[in-house]
């Protein structure tokens, strides 16, 4: 009878054993689960920053070319104003060169 009970006392201490070491790797799983979110966090918001600062950039790019389309567009319609007879010969030219290099 102390052999049964030297075994069972033996099975009862790997057992606690067995739970002791699954409880700390748990427990050090769950520290790297941790780390590993908060260095994904921490690379999305300088993913984010970084996404944000090319917007802006591109935005900034955007505005200056449609001020400058605008202003192109101004020039044009100023200098047809100023020299009627001498924009409509031009676009007449101008049509003339691409009805030529389309018809070949």
Partial sequence: MNEDQNAEEAAKS???HLKSAANDLQGAAGAQIENIRQAAEQKA?????????????????????????KSWRAEGEAYVRDNPIKAVLVALGAGLLLGFLLRR
């Fill in 14 to 16: 790997g057992q606690d």
């Fill in 45 to 69: 918001d300088e993913f984010r920053e970084t996404a944000e600062g090319k917007v802006q950039e591109f935005r900034g790019a955007a505005q200056q070319a449609t001020f400058q389309a």
